[in-house]
């Protein structure tokens, strides 16, 4: 019975150790891909994916993250600190066009979506029909959002990592309307046969989120400047970016935009004043203020390139 129990065990560690190389050999793969494309490297694109666009992420370059345009135009993840609340189906903010339903836990701008865009970007170029897999380190996502490599944070990433998995959003707008409700992530692997945590992680993509990028209905974000802004900073940053023209909205609209909580618009107000403040200071638009009607605007550069906008929108 020892000797079965031991032979078994032997098993069931070469097969983790197999996992795990396999793993670890798609990642760098991967990661060297990623590295060519950002060195402007000619990368291989086979044919088969070249003609299912319409199923892959876009291909960035290491500086950029890519955003809808829907997700920089609503209230998803909110601008919250405190108890998160549970939603079931109930309508989620957006500024302009379109309407959105949302189950599951509430999501935080401050991590989830930082979360979030990190796993868009490592799916980049992949057919998502034959291969909606990314796999990473703990350490690796920690340190490409901007947080220390540790145990309280690895914690905080598998939270965010199960929150968006138990999550079910359906979007009805000009360039997104088939009625599918989507989880923003699939199956999410982090634990080994014994159940301890593993040493890396697989997330699943959803090959329909691709949908939501289509004819280029996106924002490139400078991700150096936008993981670091403040919540309420990094929805002004969207909003602005996810426009050619940005006209001017009232600052109840941003305090919706935001999902905020402010016990007044008089006390948002003051929040927003700081997070204007702060985004002026990194220069990705030409000004940002608002003024004594209320209303926000937003100045773009001529050329975003020149000013660590470094994208594109779309109206």
């Known amino acids: 019975m020892e000797a079965q129990k031991k032979v078994q065990g032997q098993a069931a560690s070469d097969e983790r150790t197999a996992l795990e190389t396999k793993r670890s050999k798609k990642l760098d793969d991967q990661l060297d891909w990623l590295r060519d494309r950002a060195q402007g490297k000619t990368v291989a694109v086979s ?73 868009l970007f490592l799916a980049g170029g992949q057919n998502l029909t034959k291969d909606n897999w990314i796999t990473f380190t703990p350490s690796q996502m920690c340190q490409a959002i901007g947080w220390t490599p540790s145990g309280p944070n690895y914690k905080l990433l598998r939270e965010c990592l199960l929150r968006l998995k138990a999550t079910a959003l359906v979007l009805q707008t000009r360039n997104v309307n088939d009625g599918s409700a989507l989880s923003l992530i699939g199956d999410f692997k982090w634990k080994t046969p014994e159940g301890r945590p593993d040493k890396i992680y697989a997330v699943e993509i959803p090959p329909k989120i691709a949908q939501w990028f289509g004819a280029n209905n996106f924002t490139r974000l400078n991700w150096h400047t936008y993981r670091k802004l403040s919540p309420i900073a990094r929805r002004l940053y969207d909003w602005g970016a996810s426009h050619k023209n940005p006209f001017a909205i009232r600052i109840e609209t ?32 030409k000004k940002v203020w608002l003024d004594k009607r209320g209303l926000l605007h937003i100045e773009r550069h001529d050329d975003p390139s020149n000013h660590g906008q470094l994208g594109e929108d779309r109206p």
């Open 47 to 119: 044919k088969p994916e070249q003609l299912q666009l319409e199923f892959a992420l876009p291909w960035l370059p290491e500086v950029l993250r890519a955003s809808p345009n829907e997700m920089c135009r609503m209230a998803l993840f909110t601008a919250q600190r405190g108890p998160r609340r549970q939603y079931l189906d109930e309508a989620v903010f957006i500024a302009g066009e379109g309407e959105a339903t949302y189950t599951g836990t509430e999501l935080r701008a401050e991590n989830d979506e930082l979360v979030w865009l990190q796993c």
């Open 254 to 285: 941003v305090y919706k935009l935001c999902g905020s909580k402010a016990a007044s618009i008089e006390n948002f107000r003051k929040i927003l004043l700081r997070a204007i403040k702060e985004l002026n200071e990194t220069g990705v638009f």
